[in-house]
């Protein structure tokens, strides 16, 4: 399964669910391919850093740009058990080469703030790649959610009258663990103190992307 972490915003995310994301598949015993496609190298620097301080990363790595997101992909799929893209907040090339290639496309949205108005933007670059990519999934979810307040609900209300993007109701919330893992090298599912809410969160999130989807063949 090719996924792609995107969206049109920087800080939402995306380094943080592709990795943690990558991680949990590599701890199922899957072969998984993370992809740096964004300049700003942030998933470069996790895994530098996670490089230095375990050896082993439990999966493979690669800086991809522009068409080369596309091309080299392809030819990994059947390499790989899962390939994870990491993209950057922007509509760049590398983002649609990325969003050409895979099953899912995964985009978080914060829900306290500018978020949301990007949701227009993103519908867009769906609806013009899924010209190229038929068979693409694409999902939106809230991540950093409030504990409490109207603003989730406000937010999920205006992703699930979506009619481009599912909208999928398994949350990320606003939790240390994940921030404090990241700068480790480290997912949730290794990061000590344990969190049991961010994995769970974490697990439950995987399973409703991938418990809709088929994979491909
Ligand atoms: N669910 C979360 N809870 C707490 N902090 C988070 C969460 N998700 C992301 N962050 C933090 O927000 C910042 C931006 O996240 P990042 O994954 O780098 O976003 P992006 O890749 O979309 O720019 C980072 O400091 C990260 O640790
Ligand atoms: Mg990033």
């Known amino acids: 399964m090719v996924y792609t972490i995107g ?36 998933a470069t620097d996790f895994n530098n850093w996670r490089q230095e301080t375990l050896g082993d990363t439990g999966y493979t790595f690669v800086q991809l740009y522009e068409k080369a997101v596309a091309t080299e992909v392809n030819k990994m799929t059947s390499k790989y058990d899962d390939i994870v893209i990491d993209t950057g907040g922007r ?45 693409l999934k694409s999902y939106a979810f809230i991540n950093k959610a409030d ?22 109701e398994a949350q990320l919330g606003n939790r240390k663990a994940f921030s404090h893992a990241a700068t480790s090298g480290l997912s949730v ?21 991938t418990g809709r989807v088929e994979a491909r063949v």
Do not use: C
């Open 91 to 135: 509509d760049t090339k590398s983002q649609r080469a990325a969003i050409g290639v895979s099953d899912i496309y995964l985009v978080p949205f914060v829900s306290r703030s500018f978020d949301i108005w990007t949701l227009e933007k993103v519908e867009e670059l769906i609806n013009e790649m899924s010209v190229v990519n038929t068979e």
């Open 7 to 42: 969206g049109i915003k920087g800080g939402s995310g995306k380094t943080t669910v592709a990795t943690n994301l990558t991680i949990l598949l590599a701890s199922k015993g899957r072969d998984v391919l993370l992809v740096d496609a964004d300049d700003q190298e942030t």
């Open 189 to 209: 599912l290794e990061y000590k103190p344990k969190d049991p809410k961010a994995i769970d969160e974490l697990n439950t999130l995987f399973k409703a992307i």
């Open 147 to 168: 504990h409490q307040g109207t603003d989730n609900q406000d937010v999920a209300g205006l992703l699930g009258e979506s009619e481009t993007i599912q909208y999928v």
